[in-house]
């Protein structure tokens, strides 16, 4: 497959085929991380510096101290990259950043260094959306191509997208309030599970049973999702014991039994809505085991389901390097700034 990008000082063309080299930075938030990838599928490094311990004694991320903490750690994951692919600057056939949506002051740190690397080695440089990369992190070491349905969801998103080609997706559902991630954790602080609540929520939930308490879904019509009343419905659930002790691994298997069968339910529609065979799971929160579990359930039902290797669900620069070579939806321009939100 080819792909033609300009340059950032003209109207040059540049090919980028299976052989190209994209080194690409990501720091939207709290890993600082660095990837070189051939042809948006194979990953020659990965290097990924994470903060959650310094942000766990807050629990959550601390912007400003977030910032600091990327500013310390960007040249050192970029040469640990250039040392573990044993590539060389001039050997890059283009640098890619993201440019949000993100925290402003962490995507400042990566983006500034990606131009400035595109700049020094005379290199086509590309701005990347974060939440098309994490689509992207399903085409490394795959042969997945469009069309396909995709499920994101993450700490900050929970969408559906339909993806007709690799220039044309729309998002044809999304949470009207907490997106998945964001239910994760504020339940997971209501039971009192310390920051990252998510992950341990999960792993309560694998021993607990799933149907001890009945919680509502929200009745939300097309694909939207909507996850506060739950959360409201958690947070009762908690207030009834009244200092009785609490069933916590039945709170957090029913918490998510409620929220995995929404996800499957809506995405079940979409495929069958739009006849599409091949379906994706995108974004940090697709580590979950329950909702990876049902979303290849639907393999039984002749789809092809994708999701990425656990160490591309959270945030990582591979699939930042994947959707910069892949999605034609990019930024080219050097001058380009960062966003904060979708």
């Known amino acids: 497959m080819n792909k033609i990008k300009k340059t950032l000082f003209g109207n040059k063309p540049v090919t980028l085929d299976k052989n190209s080299l994209i080194m690409a930075i990501e720091s939207s938030c709290d890993e ?9 599928r194979e990953v020659l490094a990965n290097t990924v510096a994470s903060q959650i311990k310094i942000h766990e004694e807050y629990g959550g991320v601390i912007p400003e101290i977030a910032a600091r903490e990327h500013l310390e750690a960007i040249n050192v994951v970029i040469d640990e990259t250039f040392k573990q692919a044993g590539i060389k600057g001039d050997e890059i056939s283009a640098f890619a950043g993201t440019v949000g949506p993100g925290l402003v002051g962490c995507l400042l740190v990566g983006l500034n260094a990606a131009k400035t690397l ?31 349905i995709a499920l994101l969801v993450s700490g900050g998103h929970t969408q559906i997208i339909k993806v007709d080609s690799f220039s044309d997706m729309e998002i044809i559902g999304e949470t009207i309030d907490d997106a998945v991630g964001e239910a994760y954790d504020k339940v997971a602080r209501l039971i009192g599970l310390p920051y990252p609540g998510g992950p341990k929520l999960d792993k309560l939930a694998q ?4 149907h001890a308490f009945k919680l ?3 009745k939300v019509g097309g694909y939207d999702f909507s996850f ?19 069933p916590i691994n039945d709170i957090c298997a ?3 039994e409620c929220v995995s069968s929404t996800l499957f339910k809506k995405v079940k529609h979409a495929l069958e809505e739009t006849g599409y065979k091949q379906v994706i799971l995108a974004g940090g929160v697709a580590a979950n085991s329950e909702i990876r579990r049902k979303i290849f359930s639907l ?28 999605f034609n939806n990019t930024f080219d321009d050097i001058d380009v700034e960062v966003f904060s939100r979708a």
């Open 32 to 40: 600082t991380a660095c990837a070189i990838v051939r042809g948006g």
């Open 118 to 148: 595109a700049l020094v080695y005379d290199k086509p440089f590309i701005g990347v959306n974060h939440l098309n990369a994490h689509l992207a992190a399903n085409f490394i070491d795959t042969e997945l191509e469009p069309p396909f």
């Open 207 to 210: 021993e607990g049973n799933p």
């Open 216 to 218: 509502p879904e929200a």
């Open 228 to 246: 506060s009343g739950l959360k409201t419905a958690v947070l009762r659930l908690v207030k009834s014991f009244d200092g009785r002790e609490m």
């Open 254 to 256: 029913s918490f998510q």
């Open 299 to 326: 393999k039984e039902q002749g789809y092809e389901v994708y999701a990425p290797a656990m160490k591309y669900c959270t945030d990582n620069a591979a699939m930042v390097a994947s959707s910069a070579f892949f």
